[in-house]
């Protein structure tokens, strides 16, 4: 039984144990077994979850229910995934980055032509 989360920045472990269908217990268990899931605490002590720490909670939740992956594998699998999202922003980054520079090369090659004639 999941609730459809209202936008908000911060949720309360209440809020996502009603949006997510994991008990507490489950996802402080959760936050020492995976690194990828780390919610901030606010002064109080008080764990706040952001819309990101929802969807990994439920990334995690499918893997170990629906999947059927063990912890390990659950986590191999987060790894992995990470890597390639990595991987991905890496490369768009290199493809604007070759582009700024070809657009720097043609600006030069003009620049020299200009003053050579």
Same mark, same amino acid.
């Given at each position: ?40 605490? /606010?002064?109080? $002590?008080? %764990? ?10 439920? %990334? ?12 390990? $594998? ?16 890496? $490369? ?6 070759? /582009?700024?520079?070809?657009?720097? %090369?043609?600006?030069?090659? $003009? ?7």
């Amino acid at each position: 039984m999941t609730a459809e989360p209202a936008e908000k920045l911060y949720y309360r472990i209440g809020e996502v144990e009603a949006m997510t269908g994991v008990p507490a217990y489950v996802l402080r268990y959760w936050e020492s077994e995976f690194k990828l899931l780390r919610p901030k605490k /606010n002064p109080a $002590g008080q %764990r706040i979850y952001r819309r990101r720490d929802v969807d990994m909670i439920m %990334r995690i939740k499918t893997l170990l229910y629906d999947d059927r992956l063990t912890l390990e $594998g659950a986590k191999k699998r987060l790894l992995a995934e990470s890597r390639k999202a990595e991987q991905l922003q890496l $490369g768009l980054r290199e493809v604007s980055y070759a /582009n700024a520079l070809r657009r720097i %090369r043609d600006r030069l090659t $003009g620049l020299r032509a200009r003053l050579g004639s």
